[in-house]
């Protein structure tokens, strides 16, 4: 398996406009976690599934943010609009069971937005 | 459990020598401690995880400790090499802690 993919890896674009963040989990994971990475606040989870469904969601920091997983093989994190104090390192993981499985993580998405 | 990173602790070890890199968590209910390594540009990467039932869980160079009287962790890396360098980061199942930053110098 490739692991979990993220696309895009690098992403600047200009605040008010929308950002979509894509993701597609290690095949046969069952959950998906979306992770936010900056240097004030580290590693915040803002967001997690189970077979598709939304769990927990109390990390969305506004409602500026929405998550969906369509499917068990995809995964989106938008933004709209997009904010400059929205710039971090967007993370996407999947694990295979939770509370007795490490989470395998993508390579990020690097937001910026001017 | 849960930090705010304003300031990441850095580690500076030698080359060689053993480096111990300590977590404290809050909750006493929790059961599943991960320690992950985050090299620059990556994401974080599994290293080795223990449970509440055990005290001591040992890898290829890395043993991690569990302390649940006083609700701390640590990760201890033997004979630590310049690809140590890294941030590590204990995770309580999905939520991090603020990591430490450890720096190796030849």
């Known amino acids: 398996d490739a692991g979990v993919i993220q696309s895009p890896r690098h992403e600047v674009t200009e605040m008010g406009q929308e950002v979509t963040l894509r993701c597609k989990p290690i095949s046969g994971h069952d959950y998906l976690f979306w992770y936010r990475q900056t240097m004030m606040r580290g590693l915040e989870l803002l967001i997690y599934?189970?077979?598709?469904?939304?769990?927990?969601d109390s990390g969305m920091p506004e409602d500026r943010f929405s998550a969906k997983m369509p499917n068990a093989s995809f995964s989106t994190l938008k933004i709209q609009p997009s904010e400059p104090r929205d710039s971090a390192v967007y993370f996407c993981?999947?694990?295979?069971?939770?509370?007795?499985?490490?989470?395998?993580f993508g390579q990020g998405t690097r937001l910026t937005v001017v | 459990g849960e930090s705010v990173g304003l300031h990441l602790p850095t580690l500076s070890v030698q080359e060689g020598d053993n480096s111990i890199i300590n977590c404290a968590y809050s909750n006493s209910a929790s059961d599943y401690f991960i320690w992950y390594k985050q090299e620059s540009g990556k994401g974080p990467q599994f290293i080795i995880d223990i449970r509440s039932n055990m005290d001591k869980r040992q890898g290829q160079r890395v043993t991690v400790l569990l302390n649940k009287t006083v609700k701390h962790l640590s990760l201890q890396i033997a004979a630590t090499q310049p690809g140590d360098s890294a941030v590590y980061f204990c995770a309580e199942r999905r939520i991090f802690g603020a990591g430490t930053r450890l720096a190796v110098h030849p």
């Open positions: 599934f189970n077979n598709n469904v939304p769990i927990d």
């Open positions: 993981a999947s694990s295979p069971a939770i509370g007795v499985s490490e989470a395998f």
